[in-house]
């Protein structure tokens, strides 16, 4: 039996420790009261959003007006070079147990917040590693269909920050078969501290969603710009020779730019965070003008890597 509960505050759920109630709010520990509970919100006609870990969103000041699943079916299990896991568990204990297994194929997620279902469905990566790398087949449950389906990793059609699930809201993710190569416990775990120091000395510690906007292909007239700066020699293109948003940011003159209580990150530009107090709304602000900014200097169009939920 779901334990329906009304008006749960969501922020204490999210990275960013921002956004308002939800109307009703249920946790499911299996598979079953998931699909349970997506009917109970298709019975009732109520919106659902399914929330992971809470990064990598922005919940709205009102909250959410329907029903939000928290996900805390966190099983995994050894099969062999394989980790069968739940959508529900997060990425910090899926590499503590493919490491201790002897299992390589993770540690580029050292530090990497939020949960196996969130990073599947956003294709997270780091390092020119993602998620696509190491996916053999994803459990779904199609909302459309009303029936469970398993997506090999062609089919999850991953691209850059993106995936089907992130495209087609009627496909739910229950659970993943993620496939591994053979390593050294030892080797692994000093591999994941890496990850874990670089990224603390890249990214701020403080209350963020992580990345907030994705980095974009160059154009020709884009590009040209850009050359012209005087740090242009710094420049790194990321994936896909992507131009890295934070450079551009920060090339605005934009680090420690503050809204309300959401500020720039003075330590990463890609990053907004809430300084203490921060709204949705100085967060929406914060962002237009970020967008605005880098759009009149650079004539880039910014999109958002964080999910807006309730707007």
């Given amino acids: 039996m779901l334990d329906i509960q009304k008006n749960i505050p969501l922020a204490p759920y999210t990275t960013f420790r921002i956004g308002g109630p939800a109307k009703f709010f249920v946790e499911v520990k299996n598979e079953d009261e998931l699909i349970e509970a997506l009917g109970y919100a298709k019975e009732n006609s109520l919106q659902f959003f399914i929330l992971g870990g809470g990064s990598n969103v922005l919940i709205s000041d009102d909250g959410f007006d329907g029903l939000v699943i928290k996900i805390k079916n966190t099983k995994c299990q050894i099969q062999g070079m394989k980790i069968k896991a739940g959508s529900g568990i997060s990425i910090v204990k899926l590499i503590k147990e493919s490491t201790n297994n002897n299992l390589a194929g993770l540690e580029w997620a050292g530090g990497l917040p939020g949960s196996l279902g969130g990073a599947i469905r956003g294709n997270a990566g780091t390092f020119g590693l993602s998620m696509k790398d190491i996916v053999e087949s994803v459990n779904v449950y199609n909302l459309e269909k009303q029936k469970v389906e398993k997506f090999n990793n062609a089919k999850c059609e991953f691209e850059y920050r993106d995936s089907v699930f992130k495209r087609d809201k009627n496909l739910i993710i229950l659970s993943a078969i993620l496939k591994f190569q053979k390593g050294k416990k030892e080797e692994l775990q000093k591999k994941v501290r890496e990850s874990i120091i670089w990224r603390k000395s890249v990214f701020p510690e403080t209350l963020s969603p992580g990345s907030f906007f994705k980095h974009t292909a160059p154009t020709e007239h884009n590009l040209k710009k850009i050359k012209e700066l005087s740090r242009f020699a710094e420049l790194?293109?990321?994936?896909?020779?992507?131009?890295?948003?934070?450079?551009?940011?920060?090339?605005?003159?934009?680090?420690?730019?503050?809204?309300?209580?959401?500020?720039?990150?003075?330590?990463?530009?890609?990053?907004?965070?809430?300084?203490?107090?921060?709204?949705a709304e100085d967060v929406i602000m914060l962002s237009s003008f970020i967008k605005q900014q880098v759009r009149d200097k650079f004539g880039i169009e910014l999109r958002e890597e964080v999910q807006y939920v309730g707007f």
Wanted: charged share 25%.
């Fill in 236 to 279: 790194k293109l990321h994936e896909k020779n992507t131009i890295p948003t934070g450079f551009v940011i920060e090339e605005c003159g934009l680090k420690g730019k503050k809204i309300g209580g959401a500020m720039v990150s003075e330590k990463h530009a890609n990053f907004i965070v809430n300084t203490g107090g921060a709204t």
